[in-house]
């Protein structure tokens, strides 16, 4: 008999941490309904036509693909097997693993157009599935948490997703991370300045690498993108704004970039978030404009955000931006929106390390009720459901043995009390009730215990 | 521009149904707690050497197969090619999508035996997907919600199910259902009594049909599977408990398999579990024990459970019963459990169609903020952090529009308050709470807007 196992990337979550987990998504789907975004989900499988195309090449090579049910191979010739995996594919497979939370809202806003009143808030959290290598930190299966608002161009919803991002992370008790901000628009306007107009695509997937691998990779890379040494020269005073200021950063910007409308436009906005934050009344926002900030993806027209935890080498543990024409692709161009999204297994590594669960968030069955023989059980069974009606989380161990084997259950599971029922107890209905951690004893009426419990 | 699609038998749920769904999952999550079961979650992959072989030959057509990453078809030859899908399939796919949640439970159990402390009480809510032929009801994902409780035969663990099936139904305000209790050991001193010892799944196979098709054609399917007419008329005295009560049902059963040490054990069972439910003071118990209740599949052993609403003709909502050898395909026999699964679907489709959600259940934001002019707006953002900092879902129209457009958004949400902040409200502080139901409208300060809505 062979031992089972785990397909390489995937993981079990045990008890533990699936309770911290649900801690973690509690929080975020709070936060999510409190600032009036609704539910949705979609399914776990999409057409390959749906998914194809949206991710750039390397992504459509991650795509998981579902082989198609019933007799696949009587449409393949031998002709087909002989061209090779990437044309064999369409012919035995026609549907795929969601990659992200993005693509299949799009879809279902295109589906839904004529009956979604926008703007439209949701949110949704979902596993995602990528044919990564497998390696620390990184997942074939993982969960994204996403909240959008699409059909709007205003910049309170920045301005929300900014004080969204603060309430999650002083929820989740993570006091110190960095919220950064900048605006593609003024990357569009740098990549004007510095005489490649139209190119700040090219330019934001190089500099989003800048804390990797440092400014002179980034102008190597930039370079073998056919960037001329002049161009790059032009790029300097991008790479001087680290200790500035936030008013002395945007006035140095805003000469560099005088020239460009685009860049006007983008730093007009940012301070416009900025402002409404303030109105807001967050305080100790921990908001820092980063002119250097970029991120990768391609579909990103304005507002920028990434977090990172402080005190810990763990990438970004969210991020977002707005986009301009996320449905353009399924046939519904000019929707603009704005979205966040939380990744949930970076945020658990974070806490996991600096040690921020709370208690509570572990928190399983509050107390186990140990009878010592058959007869005890006649008092505990209606005592559990009391207990259980009280909303407290209550089991009985279920065998008859001895008293130190149950008790070793309470320890193994963590249970902070103990109910234990001799013939005493039967007698006088008085019950003794005991505190794992501390091994103090109470002795109590069914009624007191409850209360003191609750 | 081709417009995109859902994969047939998948579905998107939008906020409302989400919402509803929300509150089912919510419920039943909180049951299970109450009554000590621990979260679990398993990947929604699985290697097919985990899966296949566990659901029998129908069950491994309905896997969803997932294609190997890379160059899957390096490997295909023309030989492999010309022998057919099923051969060809473990050349080109090694994971399957999860077909239910217990078989990956009882791997994890195997793979975390010596970590686990038994008895292990786990839940585990996740979707499941079949390359089941899409048809009303049925669909390729859908959601399960299990509770297992392994590493004990303890009878209080079936008392409990039934405990927990009550408080499920009752929370959802599903008052009117039928609770139908079996065990597979009566079943099994039938099948010795009119002469097919060890035949009970087939026997189970056919009487698990008997509510469907009836009780000849019933007897045709076993007619078909080798059973004689002298064994079928045996089973006469089956066919004749339905209208009588328990403890007749009871008597008549004791003497007609009398013989059967199995069947005697079997009722025992029944009769104790029926005694520890009781004892939990359980009112208004919907139990009803069922001799012809089948279930087919074909790992039980002991106790069976199904539950039905009544008034609706929506087949099962929830069943289960105990099994004494679910990790035994996995090399670890003997481990005895007992568990019960939800199914989500089928539960809202009974909710939707009694109209049974409280009105609570679809609710989202609670209050929109209606500014007249971005002066009211300074007034509106702290209002807002304010009402979200008492835990009240609210947002403000983001754009600024025309009254009446975002009265209308209010009412297509479905959000019954709003809250008027024109040029008066921002010279006064006084602000106007306008109920979207009654159209009633209250004078209020910021202070006691919160108060009221709280």
Redesign the interface.
Known sequence: ???????KG??????EQ??K??FIFDTIR?TF????F??????????L??LTGKYGDEGD??L????N??????N?T?LD?AS??KK??PK????G?RYDLTVPFA??V???RNAL?L?F??YQMQ?V?R?DRPQRGRY??FYQCDAD?VG?D?L??EAEIV?MIH?VFRNLNIQDFTLKINNRKILAGIAEVIGVPGQEGTLSVAIDKLDKIGQEKVLDELRGRGFTEDTLSKLDPLFSFGTLDLTTTLNQLKTWLSVSDLASKGIAELEETLL?VR????ANARVEFDPTLARGLSYYTGAIFEVKANGVSIGSVSGGGRYDNLTGA??MPGLSGVGISFGVDRIYDVMDELNLFPASAGQ??QV?IVPFDSEA??VA??L??KL?VA??????Y??LTKVKKMLD?AN??AIPFVVLIGSEEVQTGVLTLKNMLTGEQHKLTAGELVTRLE
Do not use: H
């Not at 609704?38 to 057409?47: C, D, G, I, K, R």
């Open positions: 008999m062979q031992k089972p196992t785990l397909p995937t993981r079990d979550f045990g008890p699936m309770s987990r649900l709070e309904k409190r600032f009036g609704q539910p949705l989900e979609t399914p776990s499988m999409e057409n036509s749906t090579q991650l998981f693909k579902i082989l049910s019933g007799d696949f191979s009587a393949i031998e097997l090779g995996s064999l594919t035995i497979s026609e549907k693993l879809r279902y295109v589906i839904n009143t703007p808030k949701r596993p599935w044919a074939r299966e608002v709007t205003s309170l919803c004080l309430e409404f109105q807001y009344g967050l399924f046939g399983g069955t186990l059980r006649s069974l209606p559990l459901s259980r909303n407290i989380a209550a089991e009985m279920p065998d259950y193994a599971r």
